[in-house]
């Protein structure tokens, strides 16, 4: 097979594979040959960039940078919606409908209102060429390089799709991706996000489509427009849509009458916590695109649609008091703790008040009777207070000014919402709370113990910090409260173990703030010692890549503290990795130094990432295109007639994988 053939088989097998997962949810593949496959696209492309296709399965990776948005008008006007509240509403609506319409037969498709962003996608000759915000619905931001990320947006489009057409949705960020992205941030010691909404909208903003491909975004779609598009009503054109790619939910429904509509309602509105993503409500839509047509639009919404907005689901109930949690950072947050309720199918007993500026907001006094309502977090929120039952003596809330926990007096540095409280070394959840953290399954992994045992640990006096767990031993633990001796045992041999955990992890677990997962990796493999990066300056640290200035303040300031380095001092003693261990350094030297190369083409005795990893290892440098900076190109079999034509032209030595190998 030649190379354009298997490049074009690589994605296109690579596009049915994507579709099963996203869109059809029925992979046939595992996720480990997908990747695998991705990865030959990859290097394949990479070494035949005369192939280069800008709706490459491999684009979903992201990497494209846009610094700025350009505003580009909408071919066709987006729209907003008229909203509805109540069943004589909609029974209004459609009375009216009818009465412009005559006397014939109007059916309805119901559709689920997405909570998220808008987007408008156009595609011509079957391949995704634009993608466009909402904005205020004449022009808005292209994002198209952002939105080529999401998986479940089709680049290209299979079947019978009219040559071009605009198809519009919603972006979304499912609940279960949103937990889990909080999870990871959370972790790094940062702020959660506050809904799923925003934070979807927020993505598609952002300069760099790989942090924006990280983001479990999904798309989906709703309306087509433009011309000749050979469908004749709003169903049909769902059903379309689906079979040329897209991810049209199931849900939609062909109402014959009115009493149908009805009851498509009462049934999301009931059952609307069992979708995996956030809805707001219900879209009403006439189905003959013949009737939509008569019916036209008003100044800003169609005749021919209408929005059914679920109450968001609300219960009143008292607050009884305001307890104060204190997490591993120091950060304080205070809690309602509310008299039982149920709500959306759940009993509600606490509510969050996120700070103490929320509480002044809401001017919520103890006694108050709240309103509690559900989104997409998990703790339910205060979004009112009925003031009509409020008793005359209630007093405002008087925010603790010293840590529930540990009675120092709390700090709010400028500009940041929450209080701090600032005894990092005597507050017990925040001596648990980094110990814990510690021994997570992605820091330290320490099999046999849990965040319970950690807390036990501590309140015996047996661990103050994370350098404790190294001394203790099975006679230690065993007496304590339900802990047998295989249990211990199991303890101090998954403390052992940990002692192999490689340095970017244990410089992860050491919970230093904003250094998450992927901020440890960068620093270790650029210091390569704990020593190298207690040295550096905060100067210094940002000119890694990716390391802000936020990030590196705090790591100068985690090392600057005495504590800390005692603390690393004695793990360094117990034998924890504090450095890239020796094989790894064996194979890092600077013999590349200042040297750039270019590799192209397939090779025999490595892999193209492997040669790019020796570069990098080595210090050199590894560029994706040929320029006069190019120091060599190293060329595999059949390397791009290209490439190899403008490194003549640039009189930039060609080497083999033979010479390359001898060079090192
Ligand atoms: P609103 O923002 O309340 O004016 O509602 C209009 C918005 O609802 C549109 O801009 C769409 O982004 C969004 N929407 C969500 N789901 C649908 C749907 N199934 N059909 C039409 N619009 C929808
Ligand atoms: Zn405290």
Sequence with gaps: MNIATKIASLRKELSQHNYNYYVLDSPEISDFEFDSKLKELQELEAAHPEYFDTNSPTVRVGGMVTKNF??????????????????????????????ILGDVKVEFTCELKYDGASMSLTYEDGLLVRAVTRGDGFQGDEVTNNVKTIRSVPLKLKADFPPKFDIRGEIILPLEGFAKMNQERIEAGEDPYMNPRNTASGSLKLQDSAEVAKRPLECLLYNIVGENLGVSSQFESLVKAKEWGFKV?????????????????????????????????????????????????????????????????????SLESIAYQVGRTGAITPVANLKPVLLAGTTVKRASLHNADQIEKLDVRINDEVFVEKGGEIIPKIVGIDFTKRSPDASPVDYIQNCPECNTPLIRKEGE????????????????????????????????????????????????????????????????????????????KGVEKSKEIPFERVLFALGIRFVGETVAKKLAKEYKSIDALIQASAGELILVDE??????????????????????????????????????????????????????????????????????DNSGKVASSISSKTSYVVAGDNMGPSKKEKAEKLNIPIISEDEFLDML
């Design 70 to 99: 350009e505003t580009v008008v909408h071919t066709y006007r987006m729209y907003s919606l008229d909203n509805s509240y109540s069943k004589e509403d909609l029974e209004d609506w459609e009375k009216r409908i009818q009465r």
């Design 249 to 317: 939910p199931e849900v939609a429904k062909l109402c014959k009458n009115t009493s149908e509509v009805l009851e498509f309602v009462d049934y999301w509105d009931q059952h609307r916590h069992e979708l995996p993503y956030e809805i707001d409500g219900v879209v009403v839509k006439v189905n003959s695109f013949q009737h939509q047509e008569e019916l036209g639009y008003t100044a800003k919404a169609p005749r021919w649609a209408m929005a059914y907005k679920f109450k968001a689901e609300q219960v009143s109930t």
């Design 417 to 492: 919402a929450q209080h701090y409280c600032p005894n990092t070394y005597g507050c017990p959840p925040q001596i648990t709370g980094r110990i814990q953290h510690f021994i997570s399954r992605k820091a330290m992994d320490i099999e046999g113990l849990g965040g319970e045992t950690v807390e036990l640990l501590f309140k015996e006096g047996l661990i103050d910090n994370y350098a404790d767990l190294y001394t203790l031993t099975k006679e230690d633990v065993i007496p304590l409260e339900r802990m047998a001796e295989k249990s211990a045992e199991n303890l101090v």
């Design 547 to 616: 390391i802000g200035i936020k990030i590196a303040e705090s790591v100068v300031e985690f090392f600057q503290n005495e504590k800390n380095i005692e603390i690393i001092n004695r793990l360094r003693e117990y034998g924890v990795q504090l450095e890239i261990s020796a094989e790894q350094l064996e194979n890092i030297t600077e013999k590349f130094k200042g040297i750039t190369f270019v590799v192209s083409g397939v090779f025999e005795k490595v892999s193209r990432n492997e040669l790019k990893k020796l570069i990098e």
